[in-house]
């Protein structure tokens, strides 16, 4: 959303052009469809639960997440220093059961070439000239920069917007401005969150392929074998993408699912007929189908007032009336719903 406002405004200062109110009013009555039907997906598939709203609500009023995720991690510069990893990596790890990258590969240091070096083509071809308009987005760029890790997301995030609002202005690269805030805008919100996983920060991938394809034509430009650089991005991409199954180490940290659900397959006849309730629907809806409603471990009234006839719980569960413990797999136990 800040991209796309930063796009508008760069193009159609504040003001709001007549012949814009409809484009805008079908617009965002499409983003409303749209969030509208993946909430109600979402929150059917999680039995009411929407595990990112505490997320977004906390990135905004400032609150930096659970210290209690597998996930914590309050390294403001993960996302930033492990870009080489997110964009090709040789192996992959698990830490506190979750999946870290590392080691980059030929690939990345490919990448990072032809963004650093289209970058500096780019800016000596269109020599910026610094007056005191853009002189004022690049302070305020600073000052969120140097105040990231003491506000909220969303005040740095504001003081990037407006940063970037002035230094474009009157700029005939507005495309450009739009993927950067949408690059900052993303990682700001992430990197300032201390629940960091490696698929978070997918989102932000369009706009760097944008860049790396401004780099290319840039570099294009200055070599005769304009071809080469396409060439050895499509092949470098091809072999990562079939090594990239290969960078996983073994682990049977991982098989108590698939334990517990061979167990229920092989015990519960009608399995396949009933309501299986699951503290984590992922495993669960590729084990079960689709009759595996997600609940939340700590709501113990709604688990009972649900219309499931077995629990599958990660902890044991000490208040949860009219169910029997029936099977524990690691750490996984098994309820059954009394008769």
């Not at 689709?290 to 700590?298: A, D, H, K, R, V």
Request: glycine fraction near 6%.
């Amino acid at each position: 959303m800040p991209a796309v406002v930063l796009y508008y405004l760069h193009e159609n200062s504040i003001k709001i052009n007549k012949e814009d109110i409809k484009p805008l009013l079908i617009g965002l009555a499409l983003v409303i469809l749209l969030c509208g039907i993946i909430l109600a997906t979402v929150s059917s598939m999680g039995n009411g639960f929407l595990g990112f709203d505490g997320l977004v609500v906390g990135g905004v009023q400032g609150n930096l997440g659970s210290t209690h995720d597998n996930s914590y991690n309050p390294d403001f510069g993960y996302y930033l220093l492990n870009m080489g990893n997110f964009i090709s990596s040789s192996n992959t790890t698990f830490v506190a059961k979750t999946p870290a990258l590392n080691n980059p590969t030929p690939l990345s240091v490919l990448v990072f070439l032809i963004l650093i070096v289209g970058a500096l083509l780019w800016i000596k071809r269109n020599d910026i000239e610094f007056n005191k308009t853009k002189i004022a987005g690049i302070i305020l760029c600073l000052i969120a920069l140097a105040t990231f890790s003491q506000f909220s997301s969303s005040i740095t995030i504001i003081l990037a917007f407006f940063g970037l609002l002035l230094i474009g202005k009157d700029s005939e690269n507005k495309m450009g401005y739009l993927m950067l805030m949408w690059i900052l805008a993303y990682m700001i919100f992430q990197s300032y969150y201390i629940v960091k996983v490696n698929r978070y920060i997918i989102p932000i991938f369009p706009p760097m392929i944008y860049f790396l394809m401004i780099g290319v034509d840039e570099i294009n430009a200055k070599i005769n074998m304009k071809k080469i650089l396409p060439i050895i991005l499509i092949v470098f991409f091809l072999i990562q993408g079939f090594a990239f199954t290969m960078t996983f180490e073994e682990t049977n940290e991982f098989n108590a699912p698939e334990k517990m659900t061979d167990y229920i397959k092989a015990n519960i006849d009608n399995w396949s007929d009933i309501q299986i309730g699951n503290y984590n629907i992922r495993p669960y809806y590729w084990y079960l189908d689709l009759n595996t409603p997600g609940i939340e471990i700590g709501a113990t009234q709604k688990i009972i007032d649900s219309g499931v006839s077995y629990y599958i719980s990660n902890h044991k569960q000490k208040n949860l009336t009219n169910f029997t413990e029936i099977k524990q797999i690691d750490n996984l136990y098994l309820y059954k719903r009394n008769a």
